[in-house]
């Protein structure tokens, strides 16, 4: 098996710097639409045989160095009692969002193996087909927190925020609920099969670093020590607030994958140099020409400077709009370029 990810994620050696992107299984693909034409999302999600077949599109097309899972993250909120839609071009849409404590305690338990079994039935056949390695997520705690309150995803989400300091036992206890949940739901795709998970917390660049400390931080790093325990290779993702970096990195990761709003020796030299950094070229640079994507790739590689540990990906996901021949040339371009310092 190709693994330069795993080694990359254990600050190893490689041959050459590993690559994948985030919704790389996605709209861009025309053989995507060609099957998301014929079913709905939601049914793919459910239906391990598509959410397989979904998966391993791109990395029939590309040499990636890694299939991320075909799902999304509004599962768990799914399974908690809350009714949910994915809205083209805006994600998950609850027509009960949380908006009272009394809201939250009438969040259903999850059982795992009954409600989500379907997530793990996808990733076995995987491990049949993949010669790269496969990579689970979830929401973080904070991230479907915000989704359960707001309703949809937002640009500040100012309800989430009144919701924790109105009702700050409450919104513990939510963000308590979701960590058990996703805890055991990252344990479990593990075991299945995936062999390394990504954490996305997708809304946390909206906190300034007290607010994450006091509120987020306590309830994600109970997620990673568990996962820890399990020796399953982590990935850490948040977007937005740059002050966050070093907050993230006591929440726990391997690999804390960075956003494009910053440099990535910048963000590397915050976080730390014991720990992987994945990232972060700009989606936006996939749509340009195709020199224009190379240089801003070669600009990301130069950031890294040959430290063994960078994983190369987008600072998001791919936009549905990109180029196809873009995202080649820079895969291209990442696995040629000279690795180790």
């Known amino acids: 098996m190709n693994d330069r990810l795993l080694r990359a994620l254990s600050r190893k050696p490689v041959d050459a710097t590993p690559v994948w ?23 793919m999600m459910r239906t391990p045989e598509l959410s397989a077949e979904a998966t391993l599109l791109p990395v029939r097309r590309y040499d990636f160095d890694a299939a991320v899972m075909f799902s999304d993250i509004s599962l768990p909120l799914m399974t908690a009692g809350l009714s949910v839609t994915i809205e083209p071009n805006q994600g998950p849409i609850l027509a009960n969002p949380v908006r009272t ?22 990733i076995r056949i995987l491990r049949k087909e993949l010669d790269v390695p496969l990579v689970g997520f979830a929401g973080a705690p904070f991230t479907l927190a915000t989704y359960a309150i707001e309703g949809k995803g937002g640009r500040d989400m100012a309800t989430t925020r009144a919701f924790a300091v109105k009702h700050p036992h409450a919104f513990a206890d939510l963000l308590a609920y979701f960590s058990d949940v996703v805890a055991r739901f990252l344990v479990e795709q593990h075991r299945a099969g995936a062999q390394a998970v990504q954490l996305f917390d997708s809304w946390a660049g909206v906190l300034n670093e007290r607010t994450y400390r006091e509120h987020v931080l306590p309830h994600t790093a109970p997620i990673f020590m568990t996962l820890k325990e399990e020796a399953c290779p982590t990935i850490h993702f948040g977007t937005g607030n740059p002050a966050l970096h070093r907050a993230m990195r006591e929440a726990g990761g391997d690999c804390v994958s960075v956003d494009w709003r910053t440099g990535l020796d910048e963000a590397w030299s915050a976080i730390g140099h014991d720990r992987a950094i994945q990232g972060n070229l700009d989606p ?8 224009t994507a190379v240089s801003a790739a070669e600009n990301v590689l130069r950031r890294a400077g040959g430290r063994p540990g960078h994983v190369f990906n987008l600072g998001h996901g791919i936009f549905p709009a990109t180029p196809v021949d873009n995202v080649e040339a820079v895969i291209e371009t990442v696995h040629r370029w000279k690795v180790g310092a």
Do not use: C, I, N
């Not at 992107?21 to 709905?40: I, S």
């Open 284 to 291: 936006a640079d996939l749509m340009g020409p195709a020199e």
């Open 101 to 122: 404590p009394e809201d939250v305690s009438r969040l259903q338990p999850v059982h795992l193996q009954r409600d989500l079994g379907f997530v793990f039935d996808t």
């Open 21 to 43: 992107f985030m919704r790389q299984a996605g709209r861009y693909l025309p053989e995507y639409r060609e099957l998301r034409a014929k079913h709905d999302l939601f049914a």
